[in-house]
């Protein structure tokens, strides 16, 4: 398959070209110039703006799967203009270039809703699932929350909590929703998203215990 990945040099982008040359596809990654050296083997970095779609549209094969994973790292509540400015920006580019394109599928990671923190990043990220339905593109949402793996581990003291949330009724489907997932599953889970697309013109949610599946 035609894969063109934004944000493929960051924490997860890296794991998941690296999975999906190993499946056989034909990768492209939409890089900044200085970090065309970053990307990993087997991919085809081509230069661009995620912010711009008309830099990196016309680079779109008609049948690729287009997966966003551009965002702002380490989110937190003060980031809240970053959230608009690359955040939904970079969505709403990546929307707009897979319409030109005609693409067959675009992915997407968006976040677990609702949440009593975050406002500001859950909402930047509902705008950019908003404006994939708008576009009428047939889509997969993926909705982590915390992702652990390298430089992301901190999350791992909370499991006894999380375990303890997920055993009373009344805190159960929060805690759920709002669980970690760690990097092997969520690229997977990125990787059946890809390989196996939903019915055209429909757009299919993931949450985390789908992300989770992925990798039992």
């Known amino acids: 398959m035609n894969v063109f990945v934004t944000g493929g040099t960051g924490y997860i982008g890296r794991a998941l070209i690296e999975l999906l040359v190993a499946h056989g596809h034909d990768v492209i990654a939409l890089v900044r110039a200085e970090s065309k050296d970053k990307v990993p083997l087997g991919a085809t970095p081509i230069t661009g ?56 599928q675009l992915v997407y990671v968006s976040v677990a809703q609702p949440a009593p923190v975050m406002r500001a990043y859950i909402a930047a990220r509902a705008a950019g699932e908003a404006a994939i339905a708008d576009a009428g593109l047939t889509a997969t949402v993926l909705r982590p929350w915390y992702v652990i793996g390298p430089g992301h581990r901190w999350p791992i003291l909370l499991k006894p909590f999380y375990w303890m949330l ?12 709002l669980g970690v997932v760690t990097l092997e599953q969520m690229v997977a889970a990125l990787a059946v998203a890809v390989e196996q697309p939903p019915r055209k013109g429909t757009i299919r949610i993931v949450d985390v215990s789908g992300i989770r599946a992925t990798c039992n």
């Open 49 to 104: 703006d995620a912010l711009d779609a008309a830099t990196f549209a016309d680079s779109l094969p008609r049948d690729a799967t287009l997966v966003h994973l551009v965002g702002t790292p380490h989110p937190n509540p003060s980031k809240a203009r970053e959230f608009e400015r690359v955040d939904l920006a970079s969505i709403k580019a990546s929307v707009e270039a897979a319409r030109r394109a005609g693409v067959a």
């Open 166 to 177: 997920e055993q009373l009724p009344v805190t159960r489907d929060g805690a759920r929703r």
